[in-house]
C-alpha cells in the first residue's frame, strides 16, 4: 500500500507541464515557429556573463576535491557571510553568516520553512493568485493551505486577510513580485498586512511569521517600482530567495533561506530549518553553485529584453481587447479570459497553438496566465491568432 495523497502528486501532472508537453507534441507536428507556447515560467535569457566567469574561474584554479565535495550542511560559511553583506549594502540591514541557510532553489526553501515552522494542522494564508505549489507544499508539511481571495488589481484584499487569521495561523506567504499576476505590492500593503499581523498575533498570543517567497525580486521593470525589503516591516519574517530567475539558473537548483535575528526565538527557528532541511534530505546545496551565486551577488541576466516583451505583449493584448492589469515585475500577464470558464477558453486557445494557462489552478478562476519569458519573435508572430481568438467571441 503506498500513500495515496503522494501517488496521487506523482501521477496526475501539474496543468502547467501537461500543456508544456502538449506543445512539445505540436511543436513536432505543425512547427517550431506555429506553436505559441507561454506556458512555462522557464528564464528564456541567458545567465550574465559573470556566471560563466565564475564557473570558468573555479574549475580552472578551484581545488576540485573542496569544489565537488560536501560542504557545511547549512552551506559554506563564505558564502553566507558574502550573501549578507550584500544583502546589507544594498537594503541597510544587519544580517550575518549564521541567518542563511543555503538551499536547492525557492521549492526547497518554501518546503523547509514551512516544515520548521509548522505543527500539524496549523494554517497558512495565502493570497490568490498564487503559485499552485504552495498547496502542495503546505499541505506536504502538514498544514492547510487558507485562500485569501483575489481582488480585480491583485493587490491583497486586507480585510478578507484579517478575517482569514484563525487561532490556528502559523504563517502568511508573500510572493511579490507575483507569479503568476506579475504585480508588485506597495509599500503601503506591507505596512498593512505587517499592522494586521502585529495586532492579530497580540490578540492570539502566538506568533505568525511572514514567509516571503522572493524568486522575481530583481525581475521589475520601471525605475519607479520598489520591491519593499519585508523584513524591514515586520519582524518575524522568513526570506525564501531563489536564482533560478535573476541569475536564469532554474536547472542548478540554488537558493537560501534567511531567518533574521529579529525573528522571535530566532536561533531556535533558524536551528529548526536545520533540523526541517535534514529531515527533508536538503542539506549541503549544490557546492560549486554556492561559489558561483556568491561570485554573482547583485548580478541579472539582461533583463531588458523580458522588459521589452511585457510592453510588446501588454500593449499587443490591451489594443486587440483583452483586459489585464499591467505587470510590474515577474514575466507573466494575468489576462481575464473571453469567458467565465477559464478552462474552456484555454480550449479555444490551444485550436490557434496558443498555449496559456487557465487561473483555476492559481486559484482565481476567469483568468488565464501567460508567461512571457518566450522570444520576442514568439510574441510578435502570436498577435494574429490572439487576434483571431478574440473575434472569435465577437460572432
Ligand atoms: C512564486 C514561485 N515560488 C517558487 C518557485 C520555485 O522556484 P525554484 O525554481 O527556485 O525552486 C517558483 C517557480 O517558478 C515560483 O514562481
Known amino acids: 500500500m503506498l500513500p495515496q495523497d503522494m501517488l496521487a502528486l506523482g501521477t496526475k501532472r501539474s496543468a502547467i507541464r501537461e500543456l508544456f508537453e502538449y506543445g512539445k507534441m505540436r511543436k513536432a507536428i505543425v512547427g517550431d515557429d506555429k506553436v505559441y ?8 535569457i541567458p545567465a550574465p556573463k559573470e556566471v560563466d566567469d565564475a564557473i570558468t574561474e573555479l574549475v580552472q584554479n578551484g581545488d576540485s576535491v573542496l569544489l565537488h565535495g560536501y560542504s557545511s550542511a547549512q552551506g559554506d560559511a563564505n558564502v553566507r557571510k558574502t550573501i549578507a553583506d550584500y544583502l546589507n549594502a544594498t537594503h541597510g540591514t544587519k544580517f550575518n553568516a549564521d541567518n542563511l541557510y543555503m538551499t536547492c532553489g525557492a521549492a526547497a526553501s518554501l518546503c523547509i520553512s514551512l516544515r520548521a515552522l509548522l505543527l500539524k494542522d496549523e494554517e497558512v494564508i495565502v493570497f490568490a493568485p498564487f503559485f499552485p505549489e504552495y498547496v502542495v507544499f503546505v499541505e506536504g508539511q502538514g498544514g492547510k493551505a487558507v485562500v485569501v481571495p483575489p481582488t480585480k488589481t491583485f493587490q491583497p484584499d486586507l480585510e478578507a486577510f484579517e478575517k482569514a487569521i484563525s487561532d490556528k495561523t502559523k ?6 513580485p507575483n507569479n503568476p499576476s506579475g504585480v508588485v505590492y506597495s509599500e503601503e500593503t506591507i505596512i498593512a498586512i505587517a499592522d494586521i499581523l502585529k495586532r492579530k498575533s497580540e490578540e492570539l498570543g502566538r506568533e505568525i511569521f511572514i514567509i516571503a517567497d522572493e524568486p522575481y525580486r530583481e525581475l521589475v521593470y520601471d525605475a519607479d517600482t520598489v520591491v519593499p525589503y519585508i523584513t524591514k516591516y515586520y519582524d518575524n519574517t522568513l526570506v525564501c530567495y531563489s536564482y533560478s530567475k535573476s541569475l536564469s539558473l532554474p536547472g542548478e537548483r540554488i537558493g537560501y533561506i534567511l531567518v533574521p535575528d529579529e525573528v522571535f526565538d530566532s536561533k531556535n527557528v533558524y536551528a529548526s530549518v536545520c533540523g526541517a532541511g535534514r529531515s527533508l534530505g536538503y542539506v549541503c546545496a549544490p557546492t560549486m553553485f554556492q561559489q558561483v551565486v556568491a561570485k554573482c551577488c547583485g548580478k541579472t541576466g539582461d533583463i531588458s529584453a523580458y522588459k521589452k516583451n511585457r510592453d510588446l505583449i501588454y500593449n499587443g493584448l490591451t489594443e486587440l481587447g483583452y483586459e489585464c492589469v499591467k505587470p510590474d ?3 507573466y500577464l494575468f489576462v481575464k479570459a473571453l469567458e467565465e470558464d477559464s478552462n474552456a477558453f484555454c480550449e479555444r486557445a490551444k485550436a490557434h497553438d496558443l498555449l ?10 476567469g483568468y488565464v496566465r501567460i508567461s512571457y519569458c518566450v522570444s520576442e519573435k514568439t510574441i510578435i508572430d502570436s498577435m ?4 483571431a481568438l478574440s473575434e472569435e ?3
Open 37 to 44: 507556447d507561454f506556458s512555462l515560467g522557464n528564464p528564456s
Open 171 to 176: 504563517a502568511v506567504i508573500i510572493n511579490s
Open 329 to 331: 515585475g515577474a514575466f
Open 356 to 365: 496559456v494557462v487557465s487561473g483555476d489552478g492559481f486559484y482565481c478562476p
Open 384 to 387: 494574429p491568432a490572439f487576434k
Open 393 to 395: 467571441y465577437k460572432k
